[in-house]
Every structure is written in structure tokens, then in C-alpha cells.
């Protein structure tokens, strides 16, 4: 394999699984790790990616650049699709119920309860649209600036969103450590921040690449969590940081 296939290679699975670590693709390739980083160095001086510890995460993880929306509203990977099966299950009858507007959370519409009556209330264009024909769903769309993304997080979005009281709430963010829940916006930081402190029950949405770093804003602390759900590939060190945190995890399996 030519390096420029092998980096077209490293850039698709980079895509699907949001981190690489070069061990693994030392091993994938047949290849010493030193080759490997030096396709990783590489790649980032041609703003292909970020290198990390061990590997590297998408350009996307930290800069201020939304997704395609292909792929932000799209099917949604194998692990974000295990962790949406289990966690729509926590929706009660006539609850009051936060989507925001991730990946995660679109991935989740197909999933969501049919058979039961409950309010939805999110600050996504794209999330109220997709629900507005499902009878048994009331949606409330939290109004304010639409930014490209089709999510609302502005300081009238915010203003907007402290007048609820939600059951549960459905949380993600860009990346969880020992820190809490960061993102790279301050702006988002502080809005779901506004919609946690009036949740009930909070339930984070974290897939397994996510762990261990820290982007731009922190914004929320594990402790402040009641559950997190990640998928099986979660390292049992990050799954053990926050259990030593109090905090229920729970590990979604391949179906």
C-alpha cells in the first residue's frame, strides 16, 4: 500500500470511530509505530487532524467547525447507535424530556418510545422537525439565533430554557475527564449548563473516544451526572474514573 492510500485509509477510520491510536494502526498495517507517527505528523501539518497522546482525534474535536450534516444527521456510528437503543429506554410516560441537537441525539429519533405520551423539548431545528408528526410526542422548540447547525444556544435560547423544569435530560458534549464535560464553545457550555442545573435526572450520551481529554470550556462535573452510557470499546480505566466518581456507568452491547 502506497503512504498516500495508507493516510486516506487512516483519515476513514478516523471518521468512524472519532480517535486512532497508532499502536492499532501500526498493528493494522504491519508497520513500526514510528512509521506511523510520522503519517500522523503528517497528516496533521495538512489540517487533516489533531495528534494526541497515543494517536490522534479529528481536526473537528478542536476547532469551532460543525459536521457535515450528512454525517450530524445522519444513520450514526455502530456505538452511537447501541448507546441511543438503551438510553431511549429511560423515557416514563408524561415526562418532560431534553434532546439537544447532537449526532447522538438525532440518532436517537428512530428509537424513541411510540406507545407511550411525553414532552419533548429541544433546541433543534432539525430534532422538532423530525418529531413534529409523531402523535404522541408535545414538542416545544426552545426558540433564539438558528445557527448553521439548525441549534439554538443563545443568550435569548438560554433565558428561553430557564423557565423549564425538565424530568430528563439527555447529555453529551465533546469530550469527559476527570474535569467534567467540556465543548469548545463557551456559549454552548453555558446553555446546557442553564438546562442541567433544571433537569431532574441527567443522562450523558458518551461514546468511548470522548474520554480522558478536555476541550475548550468545561461546563459541567462527572459528580453532577446520574448516569453515563457508553459503548464496549470505553477502556475499563475511564469506566473505573467514573465509577471512584460516584456515578453509575453503564456499557451499551452490540445488537
Known sequence: MFSDERRQEISKLLEENGRVWAKDLASKFEMSIDSIRRDLSIMEEQGLLKRTHGGAIPITKVRNMAQPRSIRYGEGSVYQNDIAKLAVTYIKENQTVFIGGAAIHFVMMKYLPKDISYTVVTNSVEIAYY?????????????????????????LANAFARQFTFDLCFATAGALSLKGLSTA?????????????????????IEHFKFGDDMFSNFYPVNG??????????????????????VEILVAKNN
Open 185 to 205: 464553545t463557551p456559549e454552548v457550555s453555558i446553555f446546557h449548563k442553564t438546562v442541567f442545573n433544571n433537569s431532574r435526572k441527567i443522562i450523558a450520551l
Open 131 to 155: 418529531l413534529r408528526d409523531l402523535g404522541n410526542i408535545q414538542v416545544y422548540l426552545i426558540g433564539g439565533f438558528v445557527k448553521s447547525s439548525g441549534n439554538i444556544t443563545d443568550a
Open 225 to 246: 451526572l446520574n448516569i453515563i452510557i457508553t459503548d464496549n470499546e470505553t477502556k475499563i480505566e475511564d469506566i473505573n474514573m467514573v465509577k471512584n466518581q460516584g
